[in-house]
């Protein structure tokens, strides 16, 4: 079997199982993760030569360092791909970009909240959380909705293009960085001129995407990006140092005014099966939020969202104990991934701080 026929063969099974990353590093073996646990797949190391062939089979020279990518399975699979060089050695790990957008609802997401906020005439959704977690099919469930249900001029900029929309009530312009437009920043900038009424902003990752996202929410477009973050405050402290000294006071006063809401997620084995279960925490900006986000007091609004019972704002510690005292997640797990385990055992027995 040849090098590329290998890597291929790894790559249909990744597909039949499910697996949300595959590792392919020269002089190991290949490396798959299913459910979120990472497992060793045959026996047989990846060679460089082997690695050559797909690197070029992404359109890439292995003399770069590294590059972001996509690769297109034989199947039609697409996946998102990042190409690296570890101690002089090449390295893959690819991404299933899956093509079937799942319903608010088999999320399980907060529908209410959610739909509610995608009916915006304008204004700014951050969806957070680490690398991993779902942010993109959250987004994508969501446009879906609005697909259903609105008639709407989408534009998307990503890197690259993950779920592709077929047109039903709205319409869908869907551009790739590096593909159709050089950056995240000149994609929304050109995307202005093209009577979007809404715009998908794959990532804020510097001050112009995140003053342009800004300025189009005020100008009356709705706009949704991602931030990689723990949570609500850490999205928005993230978000506020990407702003410079002379514009800070500005840009506060604009993200508090356009800001519609923050949506972060996390996702934990589920205590029944071999899947997935989200947990969320949100917050709903409107009243006291806006004070405090303009004059950068995230701490008291993390407090607000702690303390709130009414729905429209929720806690990952709210969240994780929710999940534990349904049989949704293990507590031990829960647990774990609560930011204070000594908060969580206390409010796991009904114990408030």
Known sequence: ?????????????????????????EGVTVRMKINGTLREVGTEAVDRAGLVEFWQACGKDPVVMDADTAY?????????????????????????IKTDIPSLESLGLPQALLTAWMSQPSGLVLVTGPTGCGKSTTIAACLEWINQNHARHVVTIE?????????????FSQREVHTDTPSFANGLRSSLRQAP??????????????????????????????????????ALDRLVNLFSEHERHSLLSL??????????????????????HVVCEHMNNEGATRLWIREARLPELQDFIAKSDDG?????????????RAGRVDKQVARRASANATEFDRALLGISS
């Open 72 to 96: 297109v399975a034989p199947d039609g699979t697409r996946f998102r791909v990042n190409l690296f060089r570890h101690m002089g050695k090449l390295g893959a790990v690819l991404r299933q």
């Open 255 to 276: 993200l508090s005014a356009q800001l519609i809401g923050v949506f972060s997620q996390m996702l934990l084995p589920c205590a029944e099966d071999d899947d997935v």
């Open 197 to 234: 009424d809404i715009i998908l902003l794959g990532e804020i990752r510097d001050l112009e995407s995140a003053r342009i996202a800004l300025q189009a929410a005020e100008t009356g477009h709705l706009v949704l990006s991602t931030v990689h973050s723990s949570g609500v405050q850490d």
């Open 159 to 171: 890197d690259p293009v993950e779920y592709q929309f077929v047109d039903k009530k709205s319409m």
């Open 1 to 25: 079997m040849s090098n590329s026929l290998k890597l291929t063969s790894y790559i249909n099974l990744a597909i039949e199982q499910g697996a949300s990353d595959t590792f392919f590093s």
């Open 312 to 324: 429209w704002n929720l806690s990952f510690m709210r969240s994780l104990v929710a999940a534990a």
